[in-house]
């Protein structure tokens, strides 16, 4: 064909130039995470509308669960000072919790 007249399977020659391979990588691993956040955020939705009419869905009761884990990471990292509280305060249902100590044989 001559040149300046471009068949549909040919590439014109600016179409070469933007087609660069590595360029393109960062964009269809955005292309990507867009399409798994897409149904994330679907399934949510549902769940979020099954939640609000009181229905028993799995998907509501998964979004349940999911807020409840959210809400104690939450209270963990409120502590004063980001201390880290003692393994036995944490399994301690009382606000005031004693360490358990073995004492010593006589």
Known sequence: PPPHTHTLCSPTPL??????????????LLV?????LALVLAVERDALVARALRLRTRAANLLLRLGAACRRRRRRRRRPSGEIRPSWERTSRSRVATPRRCLPRP
């Open 15 to 28: 179409d070469t130039e933007r087609l660069d391979v590595e360029a393109l990588g960062a964009q269809a």
């Open 32 to 36: 990507g995470l867009d399409e798994v």
